[in-house]
């Protein structure tokens, strides 16, 4: 090879080189460049949870006044609207929640609206068409799971005594999504629907040139002083009234709007007495509803209720005040407290009980109410609220977090901010399903005392029998009280008092 055939290959070499380098520093460039956002969603695979991005001026934004924004949704199962993995809407975006302000991961409420600002309803992640939306931070809760897990029970257990256009659903939906702030991490989080007008099939306020017609109603507990014993003079020309918050019509503060709920508590103040309690409190309550909600919140010991974050609503007040009763906000539960901390104790009957209206119901027995609420703890204990059970659905969540590397992202972030996690979510899960398992024995135990009800039920009902104490019986023939006596020889149940019997080795409750 002579000089020039070396000089001309050396030259070629080196320019490769040279130029591939650069080719190699670019491309990394190019990856470092990319936001952290764009980063997980060029490795989104079927074992991620939904990324969720807010292109927002984060300094603006308040817990006052919505400003504008936009949201990308990314989910490799393409369960919303279009059908994509990435979908994008022009939204507005604020901050929620009340103590929970103060923390650093904050929730969000979006607003889905079209290019003139106008509402825009979208069924993101497949939960159901609506604009409006709930980015739930979480903060305080250690699992990361606690309202998720209580609402899914809850929708298993209780819907609305009526058809609705969401399946008698009485409770949220939601999906757990990764948030990411302009492209930045921002955390685990709970993407949730709203509990609503819509959504509990309430009627529309009817308006026209002459006449506004109130039909449905929706109120929301926001204090611990929340109750339906009492009330003070307030302005009713306010959106809040007596610790209560007009959810629906929220445009529409009146005298008109705010006297049902007056109805309700003067039904159950004190200025009532027991005989016109006892006559007309079925006017005003779903037996069922209260059933599952006292069940609720002794399974789960929510603790946060009862009334503060509970919505009552009546479907239409030009004909009739069945109030529904729909919880709310369940992050203190299962053993944890209203700040993070662990609540170490099992649930107590005299918080449910000093409250209207089971302060009547359940210590006289109304009607049979506390039976009745044994026999659905009795229904719903080798089931739905088997420890085992539960157990499983906070399973499942924690594998997803493992799975799609959220709670290692999560303890990087919110590690000690404003709680301490544990590194292994299933070392802090063992302190829940250890709490969920005492204060289900405790239950058991309880249900099985004389003086709270249900004696000698024989296997017929279906009903468990680890609950259960005494000798069995037969209840084939017959109408017996809820404590094995026999009043009847036939199974005709006509003319009997209101009250809970067993008929035929069922539970019928008489009203």
Same mark, same amino acid.
């Given at each position: ?7 001309y290959c ?6 490769? !080189?040279?130029?591939? @380098?650069? $080719? +190699?520093? *670019? #491309?990394? %460039? ?7 956002f764009?980063q997980?969603?060029g ?10 991005n807010?292109?927002?001026d984060i ?16 989910? !490799?199962?393409k369960? @919303?609207d $279009? +059908?994509? *993995? #990435?979908? %994008? ?8 929640g009340?103590?929970?302000?103060c ?7 979006i607003k ?8 825009q309803?979208?069924?993101?992640l497949g939960?159901?068409?609506e ?6 931070a979480?903060?305080v809760?250690r699992?990361r ?11 298993e257990?209780?819907q ?11 409770g ?6 990764e ?8 955390g685990l ?18 308006t026209?040139?002459n006449?506004?017609t ?19 003079d ?6 809040t ?16 709007a ?10 159950n103040?004190?200025?009532?007495s ?15 509803n209260?059933?599952d ?11 946060d209720?009862l ?20 919880p709310w906000?369940?992050?203190m ?11 170490d104790v ?7 009980t ?5 302060n009547?119901?359940?210590p ?14 009795l ?5 739905l609220?088997?420890p085992?059970?539960i ?5 499942e ?8 590397g ?27 399903k ?7 024995e ?6 099985k ?6 004696l000698?039920?024989?296997?017929t ?15 084939a023939?017959?109408v ?7 009043v ?11 009250g ?7 539970i019928?409750?008489?009203?």
């Amino acid at each position: 090879m002579n000089n020039n055939s070396f000089s001309y290959c050396f030259t070629v070499f080196f320019l490769t !080189f040279v130029l591939g @380098t650069c $080719s +190699l520093c *670019e #491309s990394a %460039k190019g990856q470092e460049s990319k936001t952290q956002f764009e980063q997980m969603r060029g490795e989104l695979w079927s074992g991620s949870l939904p990324l969720v991005n807010l292109t927002v001026d984060i300094s603006a934004v308040s817990k006052r006044t919505f400003v504008n924004g936009e949201i990308e949704i990314v989910d !490799f199962h393409k369960r @919303t609207d $279009s +059908l994509s *993995e #990435s979908v %994008k809407y022009l939204c507005q975006i604020k901050y929620r929640g009340g103590t929970s302000i103060c923390y650093e991961k904050k929730s969000f409420s979006i607003k889905l609206v079209d290019e003139v600002g106008e509402k825009q309803d979208a069924n993101i992640l497949g939960i159901r068409k609506e604009n409006s939306w709930i980015l739930d931070a979480m903060a305080v809760d250690r699992v990361r799971m606690r309202n998720r897990v209580c609402f899914d029970v809850w929708n298993e257990m209780s819907q609305t005594p009526y058809e609705t256009a969401y399946g008698n659903r009485n409770g949220t939906a939601g999906e757990f999504v990764e948030v990411f702030i302009n492209g930045s991490y921002h955390g685990l989080y709970c993407m949730s629907d709203k509990i609503d007008r819509k959504l509990l099939g309430l009627k529309k306020t009817k308006t026209n040139e002459n006449d506004t017609t109130i039909r449905g109603v929706l109120y929301k507990g926001f204090s611990p002083y929340t109750n339906i014993n009492s009330y003070a003079d307030a302005d009713v020309n306010s959106p809040t009234w007596n610790n209560w918050e007009l959810q629906y019509p929220s445009d529409l503060p009146s005298f008109d709007a705010w006297k049902p709920l007056m109805d309700l508590i003067d039904l159950n103040s004190t200025k009532t007495s027991d005989l016109t309690f006892r006559q007309q409190y079925q006017d005003y309550f779903y037996w069922e509803n209260l059933v599952d909600y006292i069940v609720l919140i002794m399974a789960l010991d929510v603790e946060d209720c009862l009334y503060k974050n509970t919505f009552l609503s009546v479907v239409n007040i030009k004909k009739g005040h069945k109030f529904l009763i729909s919880p709310w906000d369940m992050d203190m539960s299962l053993g944890g407290a209203w700040d993070g901390t662990y609540n170490d104790v099992l649930v107590s009957f005299d918080r449910i009980t000093n409250r209207p209206p089971f302060n009547r119901l359940i210590p006289q027995n109304i009607d049979g109410f506390m039976d009745s609420v044994k026999h659905r703890w009795l229904n719903l204990y080798s089931t739905l609220l088997l420890p085992k059970n539960i157990e499983e659905r906070l399973d499942e969540y924690s594998n997803a977090f493992l799975t799609s590397g959220a709670w290692e992202r999560e303890y990087a972030k919110w590690n000690g901010n404003p709680m301490p996690l544990k590194q292994s979510i299933t070392e802090e899960l063992e302190y829940v399903k250890d709490w969920y398992r005492r204060n289900y024995e405790f239950l058991c135990d309880k249900f099985k005392s004389k003086q709270m009800g249900i004696l000698n039920i024989p296997e017929t009902t279906s009903m468990g029998r680890d609950c259960l104490d005494g000798d069995e019986r037969e209840y084939a023939d017959g109408v017996y009280l809820m404590d094995g006596r026999k009043v009847r020889d036939s199974s005709e149940i006509e003319g009997l008092p209101s009250g809970t019997y067993i008929v035929g080795g069922r539970i019928v409750i008489v009203r």
